[in-house]
Every structure is written in C-alpha cells, then in structure tokens.
C-alpha cells in the first residue's frame, strides 16, 4: 500500500497566514501458380507425365529435386557431383543424367527415385545435354573448343558409347541438342559462340550423319533447341540479345523470328505444336506461348519480382521451359537477384485469354431500368459472334444470379437491360465460357442502386449514472422491408476495452430492442441496423456517462461521535491520522484529497493534493497528527476527470469525513 502524505498540522498554520498547498496534477478453376523450389541452382528441367513429377539438376549442390507440378519438393536425389542435363526414357520409367564432374551419365529409376546404373564415357569429357530417340540416349560432351555427339544403346546390357560424332563442324564446347519427335533428327546448337552455328542430323540407330551445318541469321549463344511436331522446323533460343527464332530442317534457312525483345533463354514446343518461348532481360522477363505459324503471342507470362534488394524482375532460367508431354500444362523457372528459384506452372497455356470489360452506370433507382455495355476481344479472333451470361448478385441473392444471356455483335460489342429489385451495391458479371481456342472469362461492373431511409433512436443520451447503475437501454428501429434486426454495440472509455456487441436481435412488434448495462466507465453507445434490399443501413451513437466509486475512511480515532449533525472522528491532538481512499482502479489513476478547517463560522480550505491510486483500488495517506486540540477538520476524495490521469469515468466527489482533534 502506498503511503502518502497531506498535513493536518499544515492545514493549521495556512489559518495562521501560512502558504496555502498547491494541487499537483501528475486495426473452381485451378489457377497459375509460383513455388519457391528451395535449390541452389538449376542446370536442367525434365517433365514426367506418367508419374506427374519435374525433375531439376541442381549442378551445385550435386542433386536432382524432384517436385510435384504445384514445386512441392517430393525428394532429392544425392551425389550427383555436377549433374547437368536430363532426359526421360519414352515410358518414363528411366530418368538420365549428365553427370558432369565425373564424366558419367547416371540412370535413375523414376518410380523409386534411386540411381540404378551409371555409364562411363569412354574419355567423352564433361557431358553436358541429353536427348532420347527411340532406346538411343544422345548426349553432348567435351570441353571449351573440342565439343561433340555421342549415344549410348541403352537396349545393351553394357552400353558402350558411340562417341566424336560431330561432322564437319567442331563445337566450342559441348553443344545444346535436341530430338525431333519421331526420333529421326537431330540437333546441335553451339552455346559459346557468336556466330550462332547449329547442325541438323539424321539419325540411324546410334549413328547420326550431318545434313546441314550453318551460321544462323538471327541468333547465336544458343540457349535451347526444340522441333516443330513433324520435324519441318528448328527453334532456337539464343542469348546475347537474339530474339527467338524459327529454321528450317532443309537448310537452316530463317522461317520466323518472335518479338520477344531479344535474350532468348528458353523455348519448348507442344506436341500441338504451339511455341512457348521465353525472355531473360531483368527490364522484361516473360514467357510467350504463339500458335504454330504465328508470331502473335496468343499468352503473355510475367516473372514477376522478388527480390528485395534489387529493382530488376525476376529472370527465366536459360533452357527452363517445358511443357507435359500431352501439351496441358507449361513450365518454366525464374531465378532472382539473390539466386531464389521458383517453379512457375501454367494451367491454360493453349487458349488465349481474351480481353473482356463491362461498363455499368455508377448509380441507378430501384426498379428503375438501367443499361450495361461492354467488348469482349482476343488476339485469336472469333469466328462468329459469342454468348456472354449475366449474373445479378445483390442484398437478396448474395450468391448471384444468372438474369440475361447476351449474345455479341460483329465487332463483340453487346449491351443489355436490366431491372434491379433491390438496392444497395448490386454487382453484374459477364462471363465467357470459353472454347477450344479461348480461355474462360469474366469481368464485374457494381452499381450502387436507391435506397429509402429509415428511422433508428437510441434513448438517454448524455445522460450521467452512478457507479454499478444497472441501465437499460432501448434503441427503436422504423420502417424497413424485411430485415428488422438491430446490433447494440457498448464502447467503454478507456484503450483496456474493446467496443463490444451486447445485444443482438429482432426488434419487438413496437419496433423496440433493449439491454440492460452495469456501468462502470463511461460509455459509447451504438445501435446498428444493417440495411435491406430497400432501406439504407444505418448507425445511431449515444455518450453515457459514469460517475467513479470514490469513498474515504479515516482510521487511528480513538472514538467517533457526533457533533451537531455530523459524524465526527476523534483523533488526540498527538495521534498521526490516516485515511484511506477506495476508488475504481484504472491505469495511472490519481485521486485528489481536499482538506477543510471548520474556523470562523465556516468551512475553509486547508489544501488539495493529488495520490496515485493503488492498484487494488486503495491508497492510505498519512496526514501527521494535528498538533493542538480543538481543531475540526473534515477531508473528501475526488476523481476529477482529465485532472486524475483519464477520462474513463465522469467526476465524482466522495462524501466528507469529519474530523475531531482533543487532547
């Protein structure tokens, strides 16, 4: 207990000519995904689709990860000492790996995810790609200026390696090479030269023979290779600023170049035979998807950004693209400044998404008819006009409901009417089903529609209650259409408190709700109607305030008697007087004393001074012994509210404890 002290001594010599005491005041459709992949690098990408998993060489940590197609890792394959390319029997039950610090490919079981065999190369240093024609697995090797083909028999049961199978042009290290689909072709392109050389072969069991050798136009630093679906075609993606680009088989002649901005890192080619292709520049990292033929990206796919200390998008990993051998989905890798990788999986790559809005008046009146427009657009155009479906949803049909089906104009503009039978936001959504050449869309317009007002009254405002007044309260609500439920909500004064939901519910047949309240603070009312298809919400506030408990009782008398009309405490003039002040607690709390001398006929001041409240709701205060008899002195506690700490309750004076001091 905390002991403080006020002097009656004191208060005797203020009647003298003494200083009087100064008061102290002291808040349906699977969607396209990012997974982070937890690897430290990634050197390849392979697609399972038998047993739906991604297989990733991570050259750094001598790992493959494995994940499912969401990147969730499902296991890690170890001790694969700078493990770079990979490449999936045709059943997918074998996965290769170019295992490069040892100069090994490594054979894994896919569906136990253990290596089960390891082939030395014969001399063929560093294998860097793989490719899978037919039983034949090709591979690229050697180091900077010496790089060549080999295969391997994988049907033998001790493979032996067919190795320098390189033609008429020596690659500046070991090439990036493809297979064409029926396992007839294939190609090599150099990843170290400017000059952007690449060869085609033809391809008889695990001999390949040069059809053509040549320079292209257009790229260089080649970056990855991909057939078109019947072998008449070549992409390359090529770094140093070459954009991707298309060549013919015949000769390496240029089809096509794809406005990617140029840094092509990746490009993969559906059995359909759509191209995805990918840019690495950290100012436009995206991937494209076009229709085969067409240079017009009929899917745009940004990286996104997520580094933290750099301004720069995230950038496609070089050769990191690859869709599921049926064409569904498409993958690709980014990595970002901090060297964060993440597995990007795209769900509707084959359609384009067409370009779709709705345009809504901002308000409108209540079963008033209003008019919506709008233009649905694509890239791939449609061939006839489509049907959009409308759906209402508002106060009464949360869920939405389908009101119109609306069928395009030539130019795939449309409007329609419509009638809204209630009020408040009511939102339309037009919707497009989508077809084999266009992805499902929909777009959203809100109209704020008319309501009427209503009447809401909460009773006693300002009114002021002693402490522990049990209150009741009554909030009346008007006319409204079908909701008559009110909330009442009581904010006490003070941050300990949060505002709170004291009574919910329907009002009476009088339109009446009511609760009953303890009050010990002051207090924030609120009666809340939250509105209906035709009537407005509204919200009423009251204030009600709540007088502090505040008592005093002084202890150390030797008797209590009465003088007059008063109680009096009988102290002798030598005896030290306490008095104790009981009050409701609250943080930081003060409570003032005031002390008054009876001399002249009347009652005068003998000082004022504030005490921290205790935190039990108690604070004794030593007042020294009087000193001379025959004095009357009578004392009170006082919550001043601003002065005492807080506002949390309304002031509130205790009654007057008289005093008596005798010999």
Known sequence: MR??????????????????????????????????????????MAVDGVHKRIYLSDPQS?????????????????????VRGLALSADSSRLYAAVTDTDTIAEIDTAAGTTVGSYALGGADAPLDLAVAGDVLWFSYGPSGDGALGSLDTTQPTPEPALGQKGSYTFYGAPVIAVSPDGKELAAGDPNTSGGVAAVYDLSGTTATERVVKGLEGASFHRQLAFSPDGTELFVAGGSGSAPSAYATTDLSPVRTYPAGGFGSAVAVSPSGNVAEGSSPSYDSTVHVYRPGGTTAIRSYALGHTSTISSGDDTLVPGAVAWT??????????????????????????????????????????ATSLTATGKISSVVPFTAPVQLTVTRSDLETPSGKVVKTVTTKADGTYSFTDTPPAGGKVTYKVSYAGDADHAPVSKSDAVEVSRNSTTLTLNKNKNVYEYGSDVTFTAHLGTTYKNRKVDIYANPYGSDRPNKLVKSGTVNSSGNLSVTLDLTRDVTLSAVFAGDARYKPKTVTNTVYTRARSSVTPSNHYKT??????????????????????????????????????????WRSGGSEYFNLGTAGTTKVNMGAVGASGYKFRVRAVYVNGSSGDNVNTTKYSSWKYLYSTN
């Open 3 to 44: 002991r403080r002290a006020l002097s009656t001594a004191t208060a005797v010599a203020v009647l003298a000519g003494s200083a009087a005491l100064g008061v102290a005041g002291s808040g349906t459709a699977v969607a396209d995904s990012a997974k982070a992949l937890g690897v430290k690098s990634v050197g390849d």
């Open 62 to 82: 001598d790992a493959i990860v494995v994940t499912d197609y969401a990147g969730a890792q499902l296991r890690r394959i170890t001790g694969l000492d700078g």
């Open 325 to 366: 051998p049926d064409g569904s989905l498409l993958f690709a890798v980014s990595d970002n400044y901090e060297g964060a990788f993440r597995l990007h999986t795209y769900t509707d790559p084959n359609r384009t998404a067409p370009t779709l809005t709705v345009n809504a008046p901002s308000t409108a009146t209540r």
């Open 561 to 602: 008697g009465t003088i007059g009309s008063h109680k009096y405490y009988w102290f002798h003039k030598s005896s030290t007087i306490y008095v104790t002040t009981s009050m409701n607690y609250y943080t930081g709390r003060q409570f003032r004393l005031d002390l008054q001398v009876y001399a002249g006929g009347a």
